[in-house]
């Protein structure tokens, strides 16, 4: 049934969009986080004692498919990602959408992704120590994936859970409008400074050894896109769109789950032109971005 288990601690694997794997907490109170993987395990696992507490590292759909179905659990989420749960228009903001863009996302996160709206019952903040019986977990606030995306250290166990820091061979996500790639980089570096024995993320192969390299590599990728990116601009002028068609990020244009990634490429080479505009490396006149010699 778990796919990794220490203690009070158990990983159900199911982790392809709109899904991710979930952490499971079996203490006098039970609790999910991230109720969006293997909907049966879920369900089994409420059957047989109910979940007391549901917490969601971060707003996206693919985190909460499931919340649906644990309609009596306290609902525990940051503070700053709480919007997105109270009002589907706040999450569908995060994806700048145009009009026609926006009645897509409603329909897919209303019908395929089962939202509703929720009030929580606790608002997360960074250092909150949470207590589920025996097991002691602390909030690590990790912005910059969302604004209010968090992940959870449980000392005793040596487990840390970096949700959608998920260490994947792709690199770091950052393409909402409140997205940040500094945020990202910090918070990435924080968590390489928590000692631990193993790593647990929400998509990927989600268990990992509890090596900060594993961490640093994942950041790297960051620099890497950056690196490229100058590269490109190195001969000449470019629009965002000429940029966004190189596909440093995701390659060739393409789709994956039914999400055109284009929109994401595009997304995250703005978010990197800004940051470079920031630390005044690049300029940027009529739409077209330049370096600065
Ligand atoms: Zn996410």
Redesign the pocket.
């Known amino acids: 049934m778990f796919d990794f288990e220490r203690g009070p601690l158990k990983f159900i694997r199911g982790g392809k969009y709109p899904h991710?794997h979930s952490l499971f907490i079996d203490d006098a109170r039970r609790a999910f986080v991230d109720a969006a993987s293997e909907k049966d395990i879920l369900k089994a696992l409420d059957r047989e004692n109910p979940i007391h507490i549901l917490i969601n590292?971060?707003?996206?759909e693919?985190?909460f498919i499931y919340n649906y179905l644990f309609s009596k659990a306290q609902f525990w989420v940051h503070e700053s990602d709480a919007p997105m749960f109270r009002d589907i228009d706040k999450l569908i903001d995060c994806y700048d959408p145009t009009p026609s863009e926006r009645n897509h996302w409603r329909k897919f996160i209303a019908e395929s992704c089962y939202y509703e709206a929720r009030n929580p019952d606790r608002l997360l903040k960074d250092g909150n120590e949470l207590i589920f019986g025996t097991t002691r977990c602390r909030v690590i606030h990790t912005p910059g994936?969302?604004p209010g995306?968090c992940a959870f250290h449980f000392p005793e166990e040596r487990v840390l859970f970096t949700?959608?820091l998920?260490l994947v061979k792709a690199g770091p996500?950052y393409g909402?409008v409140d997205s940040s790639i500094e945020d990202t980089l910090n918070s990435l570096e924080r968590l390489a400074s928590i000692d631990v024995d193993v790593y647990l993320t929400?998509h990927g192969r989600g268990i990992h050894e509890g090596n900060p390299e594993h961490i640093h590599r994942y950041a790297a990728v960051v620099h890497e896109r950056e690196e490229k990116l100058l590269e490109f601009l190195a001969d000449g002028p470019k629009t965002l769109e000429t940029v966004t068609a190189q596909g440093i990020i995701y390659g060739p244009p393409r789709s994956l789950s039914g999400w055109d990634l284009s929109v994401s490429e595009s997304a995250m080479m703005k978010k990197h032109l800004e940051w470079l505009e920031r630390k005044e490396m690049v300029n940027s006149e009529n739409g077209c971005f330049s370096l600065i010699s």
């Open positions: 991710c590292s971060h707003g996206h693919d985190h994936h969302t995306h949700a959608d998920d996500y909402d929400c």
